[in-house]
């Protein structure tokens, strides 16, 4: 899973290159009612927004596991904290963490993926304008894929029946 969160990774990294070569100077970089664009700013500036917003995601998510291990357990909200951050179950907790939180990475990073190119096609229309049926439909699929997601960390995280 964690080859899986590279890729989509870099294949952000790519569009974003790609957007900056394809894309005017100015760009829409908010869209609000009828897709119609309401803020604006250099394609410069919208690769910038990328680097702070992703890069940062893409570190939270690949070192998750690693993450949890210098974080006091005070401060970590898991289900079963008491079982899972008992040292000799915490190997088997980082590994089903990592698993998780890198699945849930692809699914940030392809809807990531899918906002980008929404924008890029609607900054390339004269007029600018955001296909909002399409928006709707990936906001819909990760949200619901969310929802599903966390339905599953908290039924995987659960005390196994042999170790309570």
Same mark, same amino acid.
């Given at each position: 899973m964690r080859k899986a969160l590279i890729a989509v990774f870099a294949?952000?990294?790519i569009l974003m290159a790609v957007s900056l070569a394809l894309l005017p100077d100015q760009v829409a970089i908010h869209f609000g009612g009828g897709g119609r664009p309401d803020s604006w700013a250099s #394609? *410069?500036?919208?690769?910038?927004?990328?680097?702070?917003?992703e890069v940062p995601f893409f570190l939270m998510f690949y070192f998750a596991p690693v993450l949890t291990l210098g974080v006091s357990k005070n401060f970590l909200n898991i289900p079963n904290k008491d079982y899972w951050? #008992? *040292?000799e179950n915490l190997p088997d907790f980082q590994r089903k963490f990592g698993y998780y939180m890198a699945e849930f990475g692809v699914?940030?990073?392809i809807f990531f993926f899918c906002?980008?190119?929404l924008a890029l096609r609607a900054n390339l229309r004269d007029p600018v304008q955001l296909d909002n049926v399409l928006f709707l439909v990936v906001f819909?699929?990760?949200m619901s894929y969310t929802i599903w997601w966390l339905v599953r960390l908290v039924r995987g995280l659960k005390v196994p029946k042999s170790g309570s």
């Open positions: 294949a952000n990294l #394609k *410069e500036f919208n690769a910038a927004i990328f680097i702070v917003l951050l #008992k *040292e699914a940030v990073f906002i980008s190119l819909i699929a990760y």
